[in-house]
């Protein structure tokens, strides 16, 4: 990296007098100064290793000196032009510091179930400081889980993370005994990343006797040992309800992530990206995704009820000639969806696509969206987007279209640098 000249603000300069005044004690330095030792220099110390050139003018004569940034190397030089001297003050500086000033990676241990195997591999590929473990994934007689976690001394010390979908009640004690147990090997932190938190649409009681249970599975969460680091971090994506972040106790730290970045990367990718308008299906998708995307001409739609039927019409913006994306967080059956294309179609859009965060699909119920690459939207999607928030589904539509799997691996891999 090419050298850089700058003077230093007072406050910097009063540091360094603060800081060094125990080597740099003589107003016109003339002879070597005393070094610090310093760790042993590794391979990749000296590929990070930069350099920035300051003058210091807090002694009596200007100094020139130059500064290695990865171990604070101040070194005299007799003119601004010539190389550093051999003389040195050498002195190893806040670890933490240095790391951010180099863009150090923090390794994290990434466990995952037989589900996200795909996607932790994904993830892992982002950052080589991620490194899978694996589990051993067994079933007693009885059916009860026979569970191992392979060199478990060896992650002591370590910071821990574990990729879980919970895309059924069967699966979900055999990981919540894992994830109950790896925070107690002595781990530095743990980190739970649950990209679909799956019981998030029955966060309320209508009628007495209802039963909310994502507050139930939030408690459960909420009930993971700490670690040595502190509470144990969950990081999820467009949780159904905002309001869902208070059902979390304090011995848990939720981190909520959104797919919708991914969607905008790729609209921007699309050859009619100044034609893009985007649908929200309800007020409350609405609320939920219109600051993200706010920079696109924006259709509200809403469900009214006529007669016994409950029909969706366009409550606010014009589709006319344009293609609109319709957004949500989650679908399941899509009849929600399905009426807001024919709507859209009815009012004169030209092309209709959809995305969702979490394409759960019940009972294969993505079949009944047909793809639509001519022209008529009436028949079908240009495209449905999906993430890969459910393996299951993601791998059972991954070539079929109109669906497109956007990966949320950069997204997790990022979020576990934390």
Request: charged share 25%; net charge negative; glycine share 4%.
């Given at each position: 990296m090419a050298a850089t000249r700058f003077l230093p603000s007072s406050s910097t300069t009063n540091n360094f007098n603060n800081g060094f005044s125990h080597a740099l004690n003589s107003p016109k330095p003339k002879h070597s100064f005393p070094s610090l030792p310093l760790p042993k220099s590794s391979?990749?110390?000296?590929?990070?290793?930069?350099?920035?050139?300051?003058?210091?003018?807090?002694?009596?004569?200007?100094?020139?000196?130059?500064?290695?940034?990865d171990r604070f190397r101040f070194v005299q030089s007799s003119s601004p032009h010539s190389p550093p001297s051999t003389s040195s003050v050498s002195m190893a500086a806040s670890s933490s510091a240095m790391e951010s000033a180099v863009g150090a990676t923090k390794k994290v241990c990434l466990f995952y179930c037989a589900e996200t195997k795909a996607l932790a591999e994904k993830v892992a590929a982002q950052f080589d400081a991620i490194k899978l473990c694996s589990i051993t994934w067994r079933k007693f007689d009885d059916g009860f889980p026979n569970l191992f976690i392979p060199n478990a001394h060896g992650i002591r010390g370590q910071h821990v993370a574990f990729l879980a979908s919970f895309s059924s009640p069967g699966v979900i004690f055999e990981q919540l005994s894992v994830i109950y147990a790896l925070p107690k090997l002595f781990v530095s932190s743990f980190t739970l990343v649950l990209p679909f938190f799956p019981t998030g649409t029955s966060e309320r009681m209508e009628d007495e006797g209802d039963v909310a249970t994502a507050f139930t599975l939030a408690r459960a969460l909420s009930n993971i040992p700490i670690s040595r680091g502190g509470p144990t971090s969950l990081v999820t994506f467009d949780i159904h309800a905002l309001q869902e972040r208070f059902y979390f106790g304090d011995n848990i730290l939720p981190c909520f992530e959104s797919g919708?970045?991914?969607?905008?990367?790729?609209?921007?990718?699309?050859?009619?990206?100044?034609?893009?308008?985007?649908?929200?299906?309800?007020?409350?998708a609405w609320k939920r995704f219109h600051k993200q995307l706010q920079h696109f001409p924006t259709i509200i739609c809403a469900k009214v009820r006529e007669g016994d039927q409950r029909i969706v019409r366009i409550k606010e913006g014009d589709p006319g000639g344009r293609h609109v994306v319709i957004v949500d967080d989650l679908v399941q059956s899509g009849g929600t969806l399905v009426e807001c294309q024919k709507v859209l179609a009815s009012h004169g859009a030209a092309k209709i696509s959809a995305y969702v965060t979490h394409g759960i699909f019940p009972n294969r119920s993505?079949?009944?969206?047909?793809?639509?690459?001519?022209?008529?939207?009436?028949?079908?999607?240009?495209?449905f987007w999906?993430?890969?928030?459910?393996?299951?589904?993601?791998?059972?539509?991954?070539?079929?279209?109109?669906?497109?799997?956007?990966?949320?691996?950069?997204?997790?891999?990022?979020?576990?640098?934390?």
């Open positions: 391979a990749d110390d000296c590929r990070r290793r930069i350099q920035v050139r300051s003058e210091i003018k807090s002694f009596e004569n200007s100094q020139n000196w130059a500064v290695e940034a919708i970045p991914l969607l905008k990367n790729r609209l921007q990718e699309l050859p009619d990206s100044h034609n893009i308008s985007i649908a929200f299906p309800d007020d409350g993505w079949e009944r969206f047909e793809h639509d690459n001519e022209g008529h939207p009436e028949n079908g999607l240009t495209y999906i993430t890969d928030s459910c393996p299951l589904t993601a791998q059972q539509v991954k070539y079929k279209a109109p669906f497109e799997v956007l990966s949320l691996a950069g997204s997790i891999a990022a979020t576990l640098q934390i």
